[in-house]
Nanobody, 124 residues
Framework: VQLQASGGGLVQAGGSLRLSCVGS???????IAWFRQAPGKEREGISC????????YYADSMKGRFIISRDNSKNTVYLQMDDLKPEDTAVYYC???????????????????WGEGTLVTVSS
């Protein structure tokens, strides 16, 4: 499967963005996860969603301001980000995981495919 993340941009603190991850292939066979990597920092997991959309997981530090969803009819997973802060500035990536059944994981080493990232810049 091929993935493409989009929707990043420049936003002021307190603003919102919705990222999209569009895929090809057998899209509904994959759990999808969002990660981000800020300059000089390690990649961190944000949230993931199971292949049917029924299972959702958020990293503890990401709960409350981020909402993940998917529309398999459009081969798309979304990440709604609200009340953005300067520390949310990063490149955001989506990734696909085939071998997780109906669940999902934020284990980056378990991802089968990665999309190119989309840059989110939050100004203060």
């Amino acid at each position: 499967v091929q993935l493409q993340a989009s929707g990043g941009g420049l936003v002021q603190a307190g603003g919102s963005l919705r990222l999209s991850c569009v895929g090809s292939g057998t899209w509904d066979a994959y759990a999808i996860a969002w990660f981000r990597q800020a300059p000089g920092k390690e990649r961190e997991g944000i949230s993931c969603i199971g292949k049917t959309g029924h299972y959702i997981y958020y990293a503890d530090s990401m709960k409350g301001r981020f909402i993940i969803s998917r529309d398999n009819s459009k081969n798309t997973v979304y990440l709604q980000m609200d009340d953005l802060k300067p520390e949310d500035t990063a490149v955001y990536y989506c990734a696909a995981d085939l071998g997780i059944g109906a669940l999902c994981s934020l284990n980056s080493k378990g991802m089968d495919f990665w999309g190119e990232g989309t840059l989110v810049t939050v100004s203060s």
